[in-house]
């Protein structure tokens, strides 16, 4: 197993528009986060899943934003009619178990909204 | 809610010296576990070090130690003889009850040649 996969790396949109990102998780992880990176800033959590259930969503996940992750293995998170304020780094990780165990990261998809 | 404050935005060090990064948070929670994050340039976040807050002493990775002030709520990463690739944004983060990890602001650490 690679680690955490991302796709796609960088994605640039017109506003208004609708994106989906993908996240393929280390396989035996049970676990999985989204969370949003801006410029300079540390991540900021998104919404988590515990197998296919989505456990905890953010106030940062506005009703614009939907995460899935069908049979708790990869899942997606969708932008529907995207703003300039989503343009962020879109950071996926995985962990086998809860807050105390360490949670590995995937790349990131950077999403440009012009 | 956690909140985690890291008030050095940059640090710079000379190769082969020590530099010492600082974090302090905030939470209600007895037990939970902190984490300094790496975050390389256009590379994904690595975990460096953790420290659980019931243990009294701090955590050690090779070059990478931490000073755990549970009652200062105080968390830092001391980065002994230091390497080139150790340039990297450097992320405290809390984890606690939940699952998620809340996060400080970053230092972005420069070592020289």
């Known amino acids: 197993d690679t680690g955490v996969s991302q796709n796609p790396r960088h994605k640039i949109t017109k506003r208004g528009q609708n994106v989906t990102f993908r996240c393929d998780p280390i396989?035996?992880?049970?676990?999985l986060y989204w969370y949003r990176q801006t410029l300079g800033q540390g991540p900021e959590f998104l919404t988590y899943?515990?197998?296919?259930?989505?456990?905890?969503k953010s106030r940062l996940l506005s009703d614009r934003f939907s995460a899935e992750r069908p049979k708790g293995s990869f899942s997606t998170l969708e932008i529907q009619r995207t703003e300039q304020g989503d343009s962020a780094m879109y950071l996926c990780?995985?962990?086998f178990g809860g807050g105390d165990t360490e949670a590995f990261f995937g790349q990131g998809t950077r999403l440009t909204v012009v | 809610a956690q909140t985690v404050t890291q008030s050095q935005p940059e640090m710079s060090v000379q190769e082969a010296e020590t530099v010492t990064l600082s974090c302090t948070y905030d939470?209600?929670?007895?037990?939970?576990?902190l984490f300094w994050y790496k975050q390389p340039p256009s590379r994904q976040m690595i975990l460096v070090i953790r420290?659980?807050?019931?243990?009294?002493q701090n955590a050690t990775e090779n070059r990478f130690s931490v000073n755990f002030q549970k009652a200062a709520k105080s968390f830092s990463l001391k980065i002994s003889d230091s390497q080139l690739g150790d340039t990297a944004m450097y992320f405290c983060?809390?984890?606690?009850?939940?699952?998620?990890?809340?996060f400080g602001e970053g230092t972005q650490l420069t070592v020289n040649p």
């Open positions: 990780a995985s962990s």
């Open positions: 396989s035996e992880h049970n676990r």
């Open positions: 899943f515990q197998n296919e259930a989505q456990l905890e």
């Open positions: 939470t209600s929670e007895n037990n939970y576990y």
């Open positions: 420290q659980e807050a019931y243990k009294q």
């Open positions: 983060a809390f984890g606690g009850r939940g699952s998620r990890l809340t």
